[in-house]
């Protein structure tokens, strides 16, 4: 029973411990955010008010009583001898497709709301996948810190034998080992740059993993080609939600117009009686029937500035269409001039500048072994290495990051 608990246990811990991909750490967001998801319920209001906004109108019931005697019949106090009761019943009739015309306003404004949520989830995405590829970062530049720190003990173990041998002097030895404080810094400050960003990330997953148990993974490279600016335009103009938004704004603009002149129609309200012993010069009608029809009289119009209003509201979000249209067209050229200049700074740097620190690093220290260099040399290559690698890792990260920006800028990935 023990062994089985232990192995259990250790299953469960193995199971933290898995790494998330950008697809998991994606729909866990999407599943556990609370900001989401109550925006979420702002949409399910809305659809809730589709049905409000088509309910049809109660018919009004009332009872009537009259004849009642107020004074004594022939000396016998009869108080409810004459009295007939007259139930009725009345109906408001909704003319020139009211209701229709409320439902129409209540599903664009629904879409609206969608739209706006679909644009929430979009910019919240960008700081998700800012985080994620934070993390991401944080982890590369913190294996760089190690295997720098390994590299400089291991330089460091032969320079002990050489100084042991006397094959370099004690001010050298000491110079190399003062160098790994340095070392040692980075690699502090490079652990504290990985926890900080997983907990950024834990709390947008509203996750409460300890942050040891936390990790994610995915490539961190940059891929060469892009798509043209026209087409990724083209791509923005046809998926950015707030646009879309601003677009079903217009048309709910237009509908919330039409109803604004329908309001303005007059709804007659139809009505109907039965009466029982009925007032009136036929002895043998004691039942009738009666109906009646109420029409209001439009002589002054209580309408005309929600008409105005509404033809107003119309211009007003045509502007705000046409301002958010530019808004996005500047989202994506900036976010594709950005991703380019990085890639063009990435290009040398993958295709020589690394190799380059790598070979110029490892053959001045060949030389500074063999006696053909000076330490000097050795510590500036050293340092030109260190700095060409930590400037292609942190490069990588720009690209990364540009590249969710132009992908939150177009409104969907244009860049994997």
């Known amino acids: 029973m023990v062994l089985f608990v232990l192995v259990a246990t ?3 811990t193995a199971q933290a411990q898995q790494p998330f991909t950008w697809e998991q750490v994606q729909q866990k967001f999407e599943a556990t955010n609370p900001t989401l998801q109550a925006d979420q319920l702002n949409v399910d209001e809305s659809r809730a008010e589709e049905i409000t906004a088509y309910l ?10 009259d004849g009642t005697q107020i004074a ?7 108080p409810l001898g004459g009295t007939f009761v007259i139930p009725s019943i009345s109906y408001l009739h909704e003319r020139d497709h009211k209701r229709e015309l409320r439902l129409e306003s209540a599903k664009k404004g629904t879409l609206v709301a969608e739209f706006s949520h679909t644009d929430l989830q979009r910019t919240m995405l960008f700081t998700l996948r800012s985080a994620f590829i934070s993390t991401l970062q944080a982890k590369a530049v913190l294996q760089l810190a190690k295997d720098d720190l390994d590299y400089w003990d291991h330089v460091l173990k032969i320079s002990r034998d050489r100084l042991e041998a006397g094959d370099i ?28 960003s997983k907990i950024q990330l834990l709390t947008l997953l509203n996750d409460r993993t300890p942050i040891d148990q936390f990790d994610v993974t995915g490539p961190y490279d940059f891929a060469d080609q892009l798509q043209t600016l026209d087409e990724v335009r083209r791509i923005a103009l046809d998926s950015r939600p707030d646009l879309k938004a601003a677009v079903e704004s217009v048309d709910k ?18 009505g ?34 929600e008409k105005l209003r509404t033809q107003l509201d119309i211009t007003r979000n045509e502007k705000l269409r046409d301002a958010t249209e530019a808004q996005v067209l500047s989202d994506v050229d900036s976010g594709y001039a950005t991703l380019n200049s990085t890639l063009i700074l990435l290009r040398p740097y ?26 000097l040399d050795f510590l500036s290559a050293e340092s030109d290495y260190r700095s060409v690698q930590l400037n292609y890792m942190n490069l990588v990260g720009s690209y990364l990051t540009a590249a969710a920006q132009l992908n939150m800028a177009v409104g969907r990935e244009v860049v994997p």
Request: glycine content about 8%.
């Open 10 to 12: 250790s299953w469960r």
């Open 56 to 65: 049809r109108p109660n018919p009004n019931f009332s009872v009537t009583a």
């Open 72 to 78: 004594p019949y022939q000396g016998v106090w009869q």
């Open 169 to 196: 002097a004690e001010i050298d030895f000491e110079r190399l080992d003062l160098q790994r404080v340095q070392y040692e810094s980075e690699l502090q400050t490079a652990e504290v740059n990985l926890r900080t």
């Open 253 to 270: 603009a237009k509908t919330d117009h039409q109803l604004a002149i329908a309001n303005g129609s007059t709804d007659p309200t139809f």
């Open 272 to 305: 109907g009686w039965w009466t029982w012993n009925a007032s009136t010069n036929n002895v043998y009608g004691r039942e009738t029937l009666g109906f009646s029809v109420g029409i209001p009289l439009r002589i002054f119009d209580r309408n005309q500035g």
């Open 350 to 375: 993958k295709a020589k500048y690394r190799q380059e620190s790598v070979h110029v690093r490892d053959t001045v220290f060949f030389a500074y072994q063999n006696g053909g260099a000076s330490l």
